[in-house]
């Protein structure tokens, strides 16, 4: 009913920057929130950011500052600018959407994954 596609991620050098989309995409009356989450090797997923429809973003303690989150409601796609990479930003990055139906129901989607490697 709903798919997220997720693009951007890849290979950078520490201090690089990667730009992040994620478009949604099928039977959508609108989109709740938005966000962004990440799980490393040997680690469990964890949230990295959201942009609610209307109102403030959220960010983890270990981004903020060097991430910025942002969506396009035109287009029903969510962007995360990241600047400033780590090592420790190496992960999958998952995009997540609570969407409204058209048929009324709501419904958590989450994208299929897009890997993002910052080298040393």
């Known amino acids: 009913q709903v798919q997220l596609v997720e693009s951007g991620g890849g290979l950078v050098q520490t201090g690089g920057s990667l730009l992040l989309s994620c478009a949604a995409s099928?039977?959508?009356?609108?989109?709740?929130?938005m966000g962004w989450y990440r799980q490393a090797p040997g680690k469990e997923r964890e949230l990295v950011a959201t942009v609610p429809s209307g109102g403030r973003t959220n960010y983890a303690g270990s981004v903020k500052g060097r991430f910025t989150i942002s969506r396009d409601n035109a287009k029903n796609t969510a962007y995360l600018q990241m600047n400033s990479l780590k090592p420790e930003d190496t992960a999958v990055y998952y995009c997540?959407?609570?969407?409204?139906?058209?048929?009324?129901?709501?419904?958590?989607?989450w994208g299929q994954g897009t890997l993002v490697t910052v080298s040393s």
């Open positions: 997540n959407a609570m969407v409204v139906l058209t048929s009324g129901r709501y419904l958590t989607v």
């Open positions: 099928g039977s959508i009356f609108s989109i709740n929130a």
